[in-house]
C-alpha cells in the first residue's frame, strides 16, 4: 500500500535550533497538509497545500514557521528559532483533489523541544 | 463556524461488549464530509470511514458500524463484540467544500480514548 513517508520519526533539539520537518506525500495526490497534535491543543492545522501551492496557513505562527512545497514529491514545514512549546506531534497527510477523498497520514514526527 | 463535540474523553469496556462512540458537529455547510480515524497506541492516523451529507445510509464494515442523523447532526460509531485490539484513540473529524470541492482541511473532535480489557 502507497503511504505517505515522514521524517525525522523523532526529533529532540534545543531550544533556538531549527528544525525541519519532511513528508513524501502519496504518488499522485496533489494535496499535502500539516497537522499539529498537543495535549492541550489536539489536532489542528497549520498549513495546506493543493498542487504545490499554499492555499491556506492561517494556523502557523508566521514569525517561526514555514511551509513550502518544492516539487510535488516533498512538501517541508521549517520551525527557526525553536521553542519549548512547539514540542509536539507533527503529521504529514495527502490525499487527491476530489470531492473531499480521505486524507492520508504519515506517521508523524515526535518534536521535543529542550 | 465548524465544530466537533466528542463528549467521551475515554470508554473502558471488557472485552466482546459492545461499545459506541458519540459524535457531534455543528456546520452551516449544505454539502460536507463527515470522518472517523484510529489512532492506536504506535500513534499513526488510520482512515476508517467517510459519509458525505447526502448520504445518510447506515453503514456496516465488519465488527463497524457507523449511525449518520443530520437531524441531530451526529455520526456515531458502533464496535460489536469488541477486541483488545480496538484499544486506540478514536477521532471524528468534519471537512466543507471551499475550494471548488476539493479536498479540504479536517476539523477534529478531541478524541476518545477506547480501552478494552481482556
Known amino acids: 500500500d502507497a503511504r505517505v513517508t515522514q521524517t525525522p520519526r523523532h526529533k529532540v533539539t534545543e531550544m533556538g535550533q531549527e528544525v525541519t520537518m519532511r513528508c513524501q506525500p502519496i504518488l499522485g495526490h496533489n494535496t499535502v497538509f500539516w497537522y499539529r497534535q498537543t495535549m492541550m491543543q489536539g489536532l489542528e492545522l497549520l498549513a495546506y497545500?493543493?498542487?504545490?501551492?499554499?492555499?491556506?496557513d492561517s494556523g502557523m505562527p508566521k514569525d517561526r514557521f514555514s511551509a513550502e512545497m518544492p516539487d510535488a514529491t516533498l512538501a517541508t514545514l521549517k520551525i527557526q528559532p525553536s521553542e519549548p512549546r512547539d514540542s509536539a506531534v507533527y503529521f504529514c497527510?495527502?490525499?487527491?483533489?476530489?470531492?473531499?477523498?480521505?486524507?492520508?497520514f504519515g506517521d508523524g514526527t515526535r518534536l521535543s523541544i529542550l | 463556524a465548524q465544530k466537533v463535540t466528542q463528549a467521551q474523553t475515554e470508554i473502558s469496556v471488557v472485552e466482546k461488549e459492545d461499545v459506541t462512540l458519540d459524535c457531534v458537529y455543528e456546520?452551516?455547510?449544505?454539502?460536507?464530509?463527515l470522518f472517523w480515524y484510529k489512532q492506536p497506541p504506535s500513534g499513526e492516523l488510520v482512515f476508517l470511514i467517510r459519509r458525505n451529507s447526502f448520504d445518510e445510509q447506515n453503514e456496516i464494515s465488519g465488527r463497524y458500524s457507523w449511525n449518520f442523523q443530520k437531524s441531530t447532526s451526529s455520526f456515531n460509531f458502533t464496535i460489536t463484540a469488541s477486541q483488545v485490539v480496538d484499544s486506540a484513540v478514536y477521532f471524528c473529524a468534519l471537512s466543507g467544500t471551499n475550494y471548488g470541492g476539493a479536498t479540504n482541511k479536517l476539523i477534529f473532535g478531541t478524541g476518545t480514548l477506547l480501552a478494552v480489557q481482556p
Open positions: 497545500f493543493r498542487n504545490r501551492a499554499p492555499l491556506d
Open positions: 456546520t452551516r455547510d449544505t454539502t460536507y464530509y
Open positions: 497527510a495527502s490525499g487527491k483533489d476530489r470531492a473531499n477523498q480521505p486524507q492520508h
